[in-house]
């Protein structure tokens, strides 16, 4: 069975996330992908974020209609360890957590973001997260082959004379590497951002284009994003 697991802050989870997890499913024919809220995203430290039960909740509304998408529960915090005291949520650490429950023929992928995968140089132990399992790279408007290879930690990036080679090459196919393997997921054309949506939502402006219908209900009862924040 093929798995992936799809990390993010979600704050809030919107149409974007959906879309891209569909077509990674459809094109790795993924019989599951489970959606993982950080309990403490890394990089995100020193930026205010949603409190985890309320991500949480409006994670398992956005994929409710979708049989193949899970909400998890595995970076949820631990409520016997003070807030204060709480690590970041590494995940490599996930995927390993998870590695150990699967059977043989079970073939584990990491669905992220181009936006996100420009930075994964600067992730907690980077370069054996990318020997772990396959990653799936979503591509963005304005990349290409080349910004995945340079975006890799120093001592996996293809020679110079081979990333240079890819800076007309559009985030398609599959880039087999010593210590990683990505596969590229092509532009899914659903330029949504939780930044835009919590400006809307301080706004008062429409959510339904971005936000699943149960999603935008939920943090119109709940009252959140009710003062423009600056956090992505």
């Given at each position: 069975m093929n798995i992936a697991l799809f990390g993010g802050t979600f704050d809030p989870i919107h149409r974007g996330h959906l879309v891209v997890a569909r077509a990674a499913a459809a094109k790795f024919q993924l019989k599951q992908v489970w959606f993982v809220p950080a309990d403490i995203p890394p990089h995100k430290q020193k930026s205010p974020v949603t409190a985890f039960d309320h991500r949480y909740a409006m994670v398992?509304?956005?994929?409710?209609?979708?049989?193949?998408?899970?909400?998890?529960?595995?970076?949820?915090?631990?409520?016997?360890?003070?807030?204060?005291?709480?690590?970041?949520?590494?995940?490599?650490?996930?995927?390993?957590?998870?590695?150990?429950?699967?059977?043989?023929?079970?073939?584990?992928?990491?669905?992220?973001?181009?936006?996100?995968?420009?930075?994964?140089?600067?992730?907690?132990?980077?370069?054996?997260?990318?020997?772990?399992?396959?990653?799936?790279?979503?591509?963005?408007?304005?990349?290409?082959?080349?910004?995945?290879?340079?975006?890799?930690?120093?001592?996996l990036r293809p020679q110079a004379s081979v990333t240079k080679l890819f800076r007309k090459e559009a985030m398609d196919g599959t880039l087999v590497l010593r210590g990683a393997t990505l596969h590229m997921l092509p532009e899914t054309h659903e330029d949504i951002s939780a930044t835009q949506i919590r400006t809307a939502v301080d706004r008062g402006g429409a959510l339904k284009r971005l936000l699943p219908d149960l999603v935008a209900e939920y943090i119109k009862k709940e009252g959140l994003y009710r003062k423009t924040r600056t956090r992505d």
């Amino acid at each position: 069975m093929n798995i992936a697991l799809f990390g993010g802050t979600f704050d809030p989870i919107h149409r974007g996330h959906l879309v891209v997890a569909r077509a990674a499913a459809a094109k790795f024919q993924l019989k599951q992908v489970w959606f993982v809220p950080a309990d403490i995203p890394p990089h995100k430290q020193k930026s205010p974020v949603t409190a985890f039960d309320h991500r949480y909740a409006m994670v398992t509304l956005g994929v409710a209609s979708e049989k193949e998408f899970i909400p998890s529960l595995l970076e949820a915090p631990d409520l016997a360890i003070p807030e204060s005291k709480r690590k970041p949520s590494y995940s490599i650490e996930t995927v390993r957590r998870v590695k150990k429950t699967l059977g043989r023929s079970d073939h584990l992928y990491f669905l992220i973001g181009m936006d996100a995968f420009r930075e994964i140089a600067t992730w907690y132990k980077a370069e054996e997260l990318l020997t772990e399992c396959d990653f799936i790279v979503a591509a963005r408007p304005g990349y290409s082959l080349a910004d995945v290879a340079s975006a890799l930690p120093e001592k996996l990036r293809p020679q110079a004379s081979v990333t240079k080679l890819f800076r007309k090459e559009a985030m398609d196919g599959t880039l087999v590497l010593r210590g990683a393997t990505l596969h590229m997921l092509p532009e899914t054309h659903e330029d949504i951002s939780a930044t835009q949506i919590r400006t809307a939502v301080d706004r008062g402006g429409a959510l339904k284009r971005l936000l699943p219908d149960l999603v935008a209900e939920y943090i119109k009862k709940e009252g959140l994003y009710r003062k423009t924040r600056t956090r992505d």
